[in-house]
T-cell receptor
Framework: AQSVAQPEDQVNVAEGNPLTVKCTYS??????LFWYVQYPNRGLQFLLK??????LVKGSYGFEAEFNKSQTSFHLKKPSALVSDSALYFC???????????FGGGTRVLVKP | EPEVTQTPSHQVTQMGQEVILRCVPI?????FYWYRQILGQKVEFLVS????????KSEIFDDQFSVERPDGSNFTLKIRSTKLEDSAMYFC??????????????FGPGTRLTVT
């Protein structure tokens, strides 16, 4: 069975400071990893993915994520957070042979001016 | 930019009634999905659909649920006899073809189903 853990329910950060949202996963075989963001009353918006290749992947809105196979982690990062980054962030995984996404519980990010 | 759309945005129904949630996936996508999110809980996979048949379903997707792609554009989720515990946000998603190497799923804005 595949699973995702997001250990922090909420992350608070000051605008301009670096932002990190943590994610660890468990899946059989090679993982396909994804980050999504959800703004109030909106759907899940795709941010970035890791499929293969470089461990550091870059995505939309200045976000990046680092895949660490030994630690089974895929933390989301942004060097300088904006107030508009305040939202709910979801990490998701699927196996290479699979189809469905398994989501973490989500981490609420609050960026204060 | 192409988007997944869902209607209605909010559906209120009485327990035991049938509901149909509608989705229009991105036009050239081939894989279709339904997920749900009960308030305060994780987003959960319900079913995936490819080549006019279900390719995978979860334990949640029992005989009360069905999916259909009645024409070239719509993808529907039907709940035959709703229960209180079916109250949730239901998300439709779609994904492109393997040939295009599109791995990410694109989600619609959701339909909030309230069963009273």
């Amino acid at each position: 069975a595949q699973s995702v853990a997001q250990p922090e329910d909420q992350v608070n950060v000051a605008e301009g400071n670096p932002l990190t949202v943590k994610c660890t996963y468990s899946v059989s075989g090679n993982p396909y990893l994804f980050w999504y963001v959800q703004y109030p009353n909106r759907g899940l918006q795709f941010l970035l993915k890791y499929i293969t290749g470089d461990n550091l992947v870059k995505g939309s809105y200045g976000f990046e994520a680092e895949f660490n196979k030994s630690q089974t982690s895929f933390h989301l990062k942004k060097p300088s957070a904006l107030v508009s980054d305040s939202a709910l962030y979801f990490c998701a995984v699927r196996g290479a042979a699979g189809n469905k996404l398994t989501f973490g519980g989500g981490t609420r990010v609050l960026v204060k001016p | 930019e192409p988007e997944v759309t869902q209607t209605p945005s909010h559906q209120v129904t009485q327990m035991g009634q049938e509901v149909i949630l509608r989705c229009v996936p991105i036009s050239n996508h081939l894989y279709f999905y339904w997920y749900r999110q009960i308030l305060g809980q994780k987003v959960e996979f319900l079913v995936s659909f490819y080549n006019n048949e279900i390719s995978e379903k979860s334990e949640i997707f029992d005989d009360q649920f069905s999916v259909e792609r009645p024409d070239g554009s719509n993808f529907t989720l039907k709940i035959r006899s709703t229960k209180l515990e079916d109250s949730a946000m239901y998300f439709c998603a779609s994904r492109g073809s393997r040939i295009g190497s599109s791995y990410e799923q694109y989600f619609g804005p959701g339909t909030r189903l309230t069963v009273t």
